[in-house]
């Protein structure tokens, strides 16, 4: 829900512990809620029926602003990543089948599929998930992974599951990390990469760092508490690190001027951005994004 009146201060219930939590700022219009007790951070801007159909319509992959200004260009690049994924995965398990919950294009799976593992995609934007079927033959499950019914998941129990860039737009996480407990294997893996709000470059841009943008992000980690969560969920963490990751300019540009909108100087500052070319690929070094794999334990 948005925020009407600043000045009343507004409570909520964390998502992943269960104790209270308050607001803490307000970031475009929308309130976000601290936990008292754990470190999760959180907008409960997701509750709506229409959520995820608003929020990942095709201008969410296109549009720019908070979310990509062309997905479709980043294939090469999330290919590749996939397929370091794929390796991680790889050096701990025989490649089988996967569950890459949140597929998008169905780039990262195509990584995978290089690297010898048999791919599931779910994921809610009907272009995607058919550009993927049409374009790249991979299989997906059009629709949002929580509504995932038994019989779409005939195919399990997967070997491993991936939560790539997914863990921080889920409206209930802690529910999705025991649903995918669920559908693994005994001792199955779980790879995720998601941002850290604890890191030096979300600390210096403050509460301007480019991934404090609700509706689309709903939850912002800590290493430590991602961490705890896969603990709690049935999952003993094994291995972790940062990925090399290479963004188009053109995406990164959408997102600092995405960031900077709100003030007149923020705006003047962004306005050279228009010039760079959007389709050079840059290396992305901020070191805000990390990557962790759990493995089942019970
Ligand atoms: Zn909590």
Same mark, same amino acid.
């Given at each position: 829900?948005?925020?009407?009146?600043?000045?009343?201060?507004? #409570?909520?219930?964390?998502?992943?512990?269960?104790?209270?939590?308050?607001?803490? $700022?307000?970031?475009?219009?929308?309130?976000?809620?601290?936990?008292?007790?754990?470190?999760?951070?959180?907008?409960?801007?997701?509750?709506?029926?229409?959520?995820?159909?608003?929020?990942?319509?095709?201008?969410?992959?296109?549009?720019?602003?908070?979310?990509?200004?062309?997905?479709?260009?980043?294939?090469?690049?999330?290919?590749?990543?996939? +397929?370091?994924? +794929?390796?991680?995965?790889?050096?701990?398990?025989?490649?089988?089948?996967?569950?890459?919950?949140?597929?998008?294009?169905?780039?990262?799976?195509?990584?995978?599929?290089?690297?010898?593992?048999? #791919?599931?995609?779910?994921?809610?934007? *009907?272009?995607?998930?058919?550009? +993927?079927?049409?374009?790249?033959?991979?299989?997906?499950?059009?629709? %949002?992974?929580?509504?995932?019914?038994?019989?779409? #998941?005939?195919?399990?129990?997967?070997?491993?599951?991936?939560?790539?860039?997914?863990?921080?737009?889920?409206?209930?996480?802690?529910?999705?990390?025991?649903?995918?407990?669920?559908?693994?294997?005994?001792?199955?893996?779980?790879?995720?990469?998601?941002?850290?709000?604890?890191?030096?470059?979300?600390?210096?841009?403050?509460?301007? $760092?480019?991934?404090?943008?609700?509706?689309?992000?709903?939850? $912002?980690?800590?290493?430590?508490?991602?961490?705890?969560?896969?603990?709690?969920?049935?999952?003993?963490?094994?291995?972790?690190?940062?990925?090399?990751?290479?963004?188009?300019?053109?995406?990164?540009?959408?997102?600092? *001027?995405?960031?900077?909108?709100?003030? #007149?100087?923020?705006?003047? %500052?962004?306005?050279?951005?228009?010039?760079?070319?959007?389709?050079?690929?840059?290396?992305?070094?901020?070191?805000?994004?990390?990557?962790?794999?759990?493995?089942?334990?019970?």
């Amino acid at each position: 829900m948005k925020k009407e009146n600043s000045k009343v201060q507004l #409570t909520s219930t964390c998502p992943c512990c269960g104790s209270k939590a308050i607001d803490s $700022w307000i970031k475009a219009g929308y309130p976000l809620f601290a936990c008292s007790n754990c470190e999760h951070l959180f907008c409960d801007a997701g509750q709506d029926n229409d959520h995820i159909e608003t929020v990942y319509s095709d201008d969410y992959f296109e549009g720019g602003g908070g979310g990509y200004s062309d997905y479709l260009q980043h294939q090469n690049a999330l290919v590749r990543q996939g +397929a370091k994924y +794929a390796g991680v995965l790889n050096r701990h398990v025989k490649p089988g089948r996967i569950l890459n919950i949140g597929s998008a294009a169905g780039f990262i799976q195509k990584g995978f599929e290089q690297k010898g593992w048999a #791919t599931v995609g779910v994921e809610p934007n *009907r272009s995607m998930a058919e550009f +993927a079927k049409n374009k790249l033959g991979v299989e997906v499950i059009h629709g %949002a992974f929580e509504d995932l019914k038994n019989n779409d #998941t005939d195919l399990a129990p997967f070997d491993a599951a991936t939560l790539i860039q997914v863990l921080s737009h889920l409206r209930e996480p802690v529910q999705c990390l025991q649903q995918i407990h669920g559908l693994l294997r005994p001792h199955g893996f779980l790879l995720i990469e998601t941002w850290n709000r604890k890191s030096i470059t979300a600390r210096v841009f403050g509460k301007k $760092w480019h991934q404090y943008n609700p509706p689309s992000v709903l939850h $912002w980690y800590t290493k430590k508490h991602l961490e705890s969560m896969l603990e709690n969920s049935g999952f003993k963490v094994i291995e972790g690190g940062r990925p090399t990751k290479w963004i188009s300019l053109g995406n990164g540009v959408s997102l600092i *001027r995405h960031s900077l909108r709100d003030s #007149t100087i923020g705006r003047i %500052a962004a306005s050279p951005l228009a010039l760079i070319p959007k389709g050079l690929k840059v290396p992305y070094f901020m070191g805000d994004v990390f990557w962790m794999v759990g493995q089942k334990v019970d």
